[in-house]
C-alpha cells in the first residue's frame, strides 16, 4: 500500500487534445481551394482570350489579304493599259487608258469563264479565291486573252476553307491546299461586290467610273465553340 501512495501521477499528459471542428475544417478546404484554382482561372481565362485575340486578328489579316489580291489585279491591269503593252487591254474609242483598265478590271471580277462572279447582285454567295489564283497570270503570259483570275463559288468545296502551305501561304483547301507539307486551318473566306454609282448617265459611264464597294469575309469556329465572322469593307475606285 505504501509503494502506491508514493506514485505521482502527471496530469500534463492527460490534457485533453483539442481537435478541428467541420466549420474550421471547411473553411480550411475553401481557403486552400481559392489559393490553388484563383491563379490557375486566371491563367486559363488569359490562354483562351490571348488564343481568340490571335484567331481574331489572324481573320482580319486574311480578310485584308483578299483586297491586296484584288489591288494586284487593279495595279497590273492599270499599268498595262496605260504603258499600252498588253494586247489584252484595248481601250474603245470613248475612253482613256486608265477607263479601260477600270472596265476590264470590272468584267474579270465578273466574268463566269473561270470562275462565278464575285458581283453579290448575281451571285449572293460571293466568290473566294488565294494567292495562287490571283497571280497564276503572270505564268500563262498577261498578253493572253484568257489570264483572267480563277475565282470559285463561297460554298464550293474546292475553297470552302484554307490551308496553310510550306511556304506559309494561306490557299484554297480543296485546289492547291491537300497532300503533305498542308495544314489545315479553320478559316473560310468569301469576298461579296457590290457596284456603287457614281455618276447618272449612260452605261459606258458606269462601266468606266462605278465605284466598287468590296466586302471581304473571314469566318473560323471560335475556342468557346461558335463561329466567328470578321469583315473588312474598302471602296475601289477608278484611276485617273
Known amino acids: 500500500m505504501s509503494f502506491i501512495s508514493h506514485?505521482?501521477?502527471?496530469?500534463?499528459?492527460?490534457?485533453?487534445?483539442?481537435?478541428?471542428?467541420?466549420?474550421?475544417?471547411?473553411?480550411?478546404?475553401?481557403?486552400?481551394?481559392?489559393?490553388?484554382?484563383?491563379?490557375?482561372?486566371?491563367?486559363?481565362?488569359?490562354?483562351?482570350?490571348?488564343?481568340?485575340?490571335?484567331?481574331?486578328?489572324?481573320?482580319?489579316?486574311?480578310?485584308?489579304?483578299?483586297?491586296?489580291?484584288?489591288h494586284h489585279q487593279q495595279d497590273s491591269l492599270y499599268l498595262r493599259c496605260v504603258s499600252q503593252t498588253s494586247n489584252a487591254c484595248t481601250p474603245d474609242s470613248y475612253e482613256t487608258p486608265s477607263e479601260a483598265a477600270w472596265r476590264y478590271f470590272r468584267i474579270r471580277l465578273g466574268d463566269n469563264t473561270r470562275g462565278p462572279s464575285c458581283y453579290t447582285a448575281t451571285n449572293p454567295a460571293g466568290c473566294a479565291y488565294d494567292?495562287?489564283?490571283m497571280t497564276s497570270n503572270s505564268i500563262s503570259g498577261i498578253d493572253s486573252e484568257d489570264t483572267f483570275p480563277v475565282k470559285y463559288s463561297g460554298t464550293d468545296e474546292r475553297c470552302l476553307t484554307l490551308s496553310i502551305s510550306a511556304e506559309h501561304l494561306y490557299v484554297c483547301k480543296g485546289a492547291h491546299?491537300?497532300?503533305?507539307?498542308?495544314?489545315?486551318?479553320?478559316?473560310?473566306?468569301?469576298?461579296?461586290?457590290?457596284?456603287?454609282?457614281?455618276?447618272?448617265?449612260?452605261?459606258?459611264?458606269?462601266?468606266?467610273?462605278?465605284?466598287?464597294?468590296?466586302?471581304?469575309?473571314?469566318?473560323?469556329?471560335?475556342?468557346?465553340?461558335?463561329?466567328?465572322?470578321?469583315?473588312?469593307?474598302?471602296?475601289?475606285?477608278?484611276?485617273?
Open 7 to 70: 506514485i505521482k501521477i502527471n496530469k500534463s499528459l492527460h490534457r485533453p487534445i483539442r481537435a478541428f471542428t467541420l466549420i474550421e475544417t471547411l473553411t480550411s478546404i475553401m481557403i486552400i481551394t481559392t489559393v490553388i484554382l484563383g491563379p490557375m482561372t486566371v491563367a486559363n481565362n488569359a490562354s483562351t482570350y490571348a488564343r481568340g485575340t490571335k484567331d481574331t486578328m489572324t481573320g482580319i489579316y486574311l480578310a485584308q489579304e483578299a483586297l491586296e489580291l484584288l
Open 131 to 133: 494567292f495562287i489564283d
Open 177 to 240: 491546299g491537300t497532300g503533305a507539307g498542308f495544314t489545315d486551318t479553320p478559316y473560310a473566306r468569301t469576298v461579296n461586290i457590290v457596284s456603287v454609282p457614281t455618276f447618272i448617265a449612260s452605261d459606258q459611264d458606269a462601266e468606266r467610273q462605278d465605284d466598287l464597294r468590296v466586302t471581304a469575309r473571314v469566318s473560323f469556329r471560335h475556342i468557346n465553340g461558335y463561329t466567328k465572322q470578321v469583315r473588312v469593307v474598302e471602296f475601289f475606285h477608278a484611276r485617273s
